[in-house]
């Protein structure tokens, strides 16, 4: 018995000894055969780098080091040694542009790379396999990969405009792209909130429009408050940026916006803009943002800074955006009324087609490609060369495919990672919540929309960090790009085949994220799950050993909060919030326990369901209450729900009759007032599930910890019809105020109630929700028990102010002492607290 318990122990012993590491590596290869004997780095191991990639010898040197923890000798040569590490570019090679095969035996390692990029596409393959969990440190498993990308493009952009990121910030932006395999950085440079690269010709682009503030060209905006902010790129400082990113195989494409987003350039040199009586706004915000078509100088001075750009940048293109030009402003001016008559021009798209089609000319002269935002092929037709940027939606790219153009699909839906990742986070909504499953759910080939040879003129896919908000939290531009770009790549790169959530994501979270970490990436976590149920709060952790904890009385979990460890027996089950921890700077946001569901649902088939549920043990006290229709994946929010009923004792409260889609996640409000123990309350709603497609969600149930009292709201501004005073009486959150121009000293936003309410605390929040956009600056609350006298309440601090009562609270009044400098004030609801 003894004996046979000793061999079951020995055998699985030596089971493990021959089971092959996890490797872990992002993205995944194409085709990898492993064994589990090692190769173990020879403590004075050489590598030998092809002449043809010296330009990266100290990059692979250092990053080898950190990775391995041996320090190698380096030689150039193109001959492999016994235990030594070679890199060599094989032109000869059969393999897609940017493939490499690895191959680690008992001889040592052979990186083998038809082009310099794909040695380098080998390396960082090295490098994840030193620094997957499972491998012992100084080894590297016998594998034998070959391996290439999906798409010869894959990149990212990132907006140095509206937060400016100095040069050392972009470098290491650009060294955790390459890690990821990706292979063009495309640096956004100018838009209307800063001009960021210098241009020797014309010195006032960066020294004036490179800088907001009180007294400087350009107000102050996103964040940057009554203060100078600012700052540009000197000519050399690009040439080290190019030459840093180009030893790591990515290579940069400059963004120059024109000829809208350009606040900057007519800050500078108010000639370049259109001259017009009346002002009309762009889409965010800003007033005369545009190049003037009709004034010819501008396209020698257009020519100037594209022949300054490509001394700068070898890149094969220049992109020159085109997106959201407020072109009402040439409706406005003469000199581009007089352009759009001469040319017979009936649509200013037209005359939009006809400025690129010049800039093209311009671009070609200089042996550059143009590239643009999808907006650029309206109104006319552009060079087939010219490629297309399809960020407003998949159909976009589907249209510029089919005009003939190369394209990039970088549609906002997906892969704008200035969207929030999770409902109460910050970041923007318009596009979609996106959270790092939706990035790799993505799919960059329309298929059913495109012929086969339509397909081959999708280049590739690329994601974007817009900045507006990015200069709150500290190192928020890590968090909104990992993992999401960790998600890209593999998309980027990896067979469609070969996609899978499950398995990215354990080779995500068993490796991948402390490779982040390594990197000192302050990346997104995922978060716990927490659930409430009859005195208990058990958490779910995200993944093995993760590292959660969690804080009471509402506050924020740090680092050293205490570990969650097993349940908490606890009645106060709003009060807890969970966060998860990776490292020193790395955290996913915080959650809140959630009560179990009312109800829920799962269907595939075309049906009608009719749901009726007790909830009786759901309801405690009176209050407003939203039940809310949450999909289980995103995926699954097909079909409709209507004729939601709420009944107390049989008895009707409220019903929603009519027809809501699951997709546009309701939430439907109901007052109780009458809550007794003994009450009875059920719910009645009818699901129709109109297509064979899965239909699954859960039904919640919550109390809102605000009170709704009703309001009237008025002002001294002038309010946009779009976003008018009302929106601030309907306790949605969503739905806010935006005032036609700018505030200044003296204007005001009064809320009255209808009754005096009884409060602990209000918030009053100035800007857009989620977003720190058009927010008072300068400014304070102040409150009234009678509605006529008013007592001075707390100064805005980043657009927030809070009210703590003594008393009922009869009217609440915002005070503005000073412009905020930006074209509008927006407001929201009151947070009014019991
Ligand atoms: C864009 O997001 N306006 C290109
Ligand atoms: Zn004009």
Not at 39 to 51: A, E, G, K, M, W
Not at 420 to 433: K, L, T, V, Y
Not at 559 to 573: A, G, M, N, R
Not at 739 to 764: H, M, P, Q, R
Request: aromatic share 12%; with cysteine.
């Amino acid at each position: 018995m003894k004996k046979n318990l000793l061999l079951i122990v020995i055998l699985l012993g030596s089971l493990n000894v021959v089971k092959a590491q996890k490797l872990d590596i992002i993205p995944k290869p194409v085709h990898i055969q492993q064994k589990p004997e090692v190769f173990v780095i020879p403590s004075s191991v050489q590598l030998i780098i092809d002449p043809g990639i010296q330009k990266s010898a100290s990059y692979i040197s250092s990053g080898f080091l950190k990775n391995s923890g041996i320090s190698p000798k380096v030689s150039i040569g193109n001959k492999h040694k016994k235990h030594t590490i070679l890199f060599l570019v094989d032109k000869k090679m059969s393999l897609p542009n940017d493939g490499y095969q690895l191959s680690v035996t008992k001889k040592g390692v052979v990186v083998k790379g038809k082009s310099p990029n794909g040695v380098l596409n080998g390396f960082q393959t090295v490098l994840q396999i030193c620094s997957a969990k499972e491998v012992k440190k100084g080894t590297i498993p016998y594998v034998q990969i070959e391996d290439y990308p999906r798409f010869e493009w894959r990149g990212m952009m990132l907006d140095v405009s509206r937060q400016f990121f100095d040069k050392e910030t972009v470098k290491k932006y650009i060294d955790w792209l390459a890690a990821h395999k990706m292979n063009v950085f495309h640096w956004h440079l100018t838009d209307d909130n800063g001009w960021r690269v210098e241009i020797k010709s014309m010195p006032d682009l960066t020294l004036k429009g490179g800088f907001r503030g009180p007294g400087e060209v350009l107000l102050p905006s996103y964040g940057s408050g009554n203060k100078r902010y600012g700052g540009y790129y000197a000519q050399d400082d690009i040439k080290e940026v190019v030459a840093f990113a180009a030893a790591r195989g990515v290579a940069v494409m400059p963004e120059i916006e024109i000829p809208g987003h350009s606040r900057a350039v007519t800050a500078a040199y108010p000639e370049i803009g259109c001259v017009t009586t009346q002002e009309t706004k762009s889409v965010q915000g800003e007033v005369k943002n545009v190049w003037c078509v009709g004034r010819e100088e501008n396209f020698q001075i257009l020519d100037s800074i594209i022949k300054e750009f490509t001394t700068m940048f070898p890149f094969e293109y220049i992109h020159v955006a085109g997106d959201e030009v407020n072109r009402a402003t040439w409706e406005q001016c003469p000199k581009c009324k007089g352009v759009m008559e001469k040319e017979g021009y009936t649509d200013t798209f037209q005359l939009q087609n006809y400025f690129f089609k010049r800039v093209e000319k311009i671009v070609e002269k200089y042996n550059r490609k143009t590239a643009g935002w999808n907006e650029i092929i309206k109104g006319g037709t552009l060079s087939p060369n010219t490629e297309i940027f399809a960020w407003q939606g998949v159909n976009y790219g589907i249209e510029s495919v089919k005009r003939g153009h190369k394209t990039i699909m970088i549609p906002g839906q997906y892969t704008y990672f200035d969207m929030a990742q999770s409902e109460n986070e910050r970041g923007h909504r318009w596009a979609a919540i996106i959270d790092t499953k939706r990035v790799y759910r993505y799919e960059p080939i329309p298929i059913n929309d495109l012929t086969h040879e339509q397909q081959k003129l999708i280049k590739g896919v690329q994601g974007a960090l817009w900045s507006e908000y990015l200069d709150l939290p500290a190192r928020f531009m890590e968090y909104q790009s990992y993992p999401r770009i960790s998600a890209l790549s593999e998309i980027a790169w990896s067979k469609k085949e070969d996609k899978n959530w499950e398995n990215f994501y354990s080779r995500l979270t068993n490796s991948h994220l402390n490779r982040l970490a390594n990197m000192g990436i302050a990346f997104r976590d995922f978060p716990p799950t927490a659930n409430y149920n009859k005195g208990k709060i058990t958490v779910t952790v995200p993944y093995t050993n993760a590292e959660v904890r969690y804080a009471v009385q509402s506050s924020e979990p740090t680092k050293q909060s205490p570990l969650y460890t097993s349940p908490i027996e606890t009645k106060d089950y709003e009060h807890y919030k969970f966060k998860t921890f990776f490292g020193e700077a790395a955290a996913s946001p915080s959650v809140k326990a959630e009560k179990p569901a009312v109800a829920n649902w799962n269907s595939s088939k075309i049906e009608v369901l009719k749901i009726s549920e007790d909830i009786s043990e759901h309801v405690d006290k009176n209050g407003i209450w939203y039940l809310s229709f949450v999909p289980t994946e995103e995926t699954t929010a097909n079909g409709t729900i209507k004729e939601i009923s709420l009944f107390e004792n049989g008895k009707l409260i409220k019903s929603y009759a009519t027809e809501r889609t699951l997709k546009t996640k309701s939430r439907l409000r109901f007052v109780i007032d009458n809550y007794n123990e003994k009450n009875n309350y059920r719910i009645d709603f009818t699901i129709e599930n109109k297509e064979a497609k899965e239909s699954a969600a859960k039904v919640n149930l919550d109390c809102s910890p605000y009170q709704e009292p009703e309001v009237k709201v008025t002002s001294s501004m002038s309010e946009n019809p779009k976003f008018p005073f009302s929106s601030l009486e309907d306790y949605k959150i969503d739905t806010y105020l935006r005032t036609e121009n700018s505030c200044i000293n003296g204007d005001w936003i009064l809320y009255t109630f209808t009754n005096a309410v009884t409060a602990s605390k209000i918030d009053v929040l100035t800007g857009i929700p989620h977003h720190p956009r058009f927010i008072a600056n300068d400014g304070h609350v102040e409150y009234s028990y009678n509605g006529i006298d008013f007592e001075k309440g707390d100064s805005f601090n980043y657009g927030n102010a809070i009210i703590y009562p003594k008393q009922a609270v009869k009217a609440v009044r915002i005070m503005i002492t000073g412009t905020n400098n930006e074209p509008i004030l927006a407001a929201q609801d009151l947070r009014i607290h019991p």
